[in-house]
Nanobody, 125 residues
């Protein structure tokens, strides 16, 4: 069973930047799909960015061009570089890794993941 721990959240002003990190453990090899989700109060959890084992990436329209997802396979780390942050980017950000045996990984689909505990991101106007 995989274990994930996020770090790097915080409070910034509009236009600021943050880098989120996620340490993963307990996996044999690189998970075929890892994703960053976020959840704002009163809203559903939404997929922000995903990365496949071959390093292909996909982004939600709302963050494309501002956020960059990456992974360091040698260190078992997942990252999310966030720039030009907006108040609507605020929420709890979760790192997630698809469990072995799952074949699909559509951005935003919440089934079949192991989850981190989340890290708070707050962007003030």
């Amino acid at each position: 069973q995989g274990h994930l721990v996020e770090s790097g959240g915080g409070s910034v002003e509009t236009g600021g930047s943050l880098r989120l990190s996620c340490a993963t453990s307990g996996y044999l090899g690189t998970p075929f799909c890892m994703e960053w989700f976020r959840q704002a109060p009163g809203k559903e959890r939404e997929g922000v960015a995903k990365i496949l084992a071959d390093d292909r990436t996909h982004y939600a329209d709302s963050v494309r061009g501002r956020f960059t997802i990456s992974q360091d396979k040698t260190k078992n780390m997942l990252y999310l570089e966030m720039t030009n942050l907006k108040p609507e980017d605020s929420g709890i950000y979760y790192c997630a890794s698809k469990r072995p045996g799952w074949q699909s990984c559509q951005l935003g689909d919440v089934e079949g993941f192991n989850w981190g505990q989340g890290t708070q991101v707050t962007v003030s106007s």
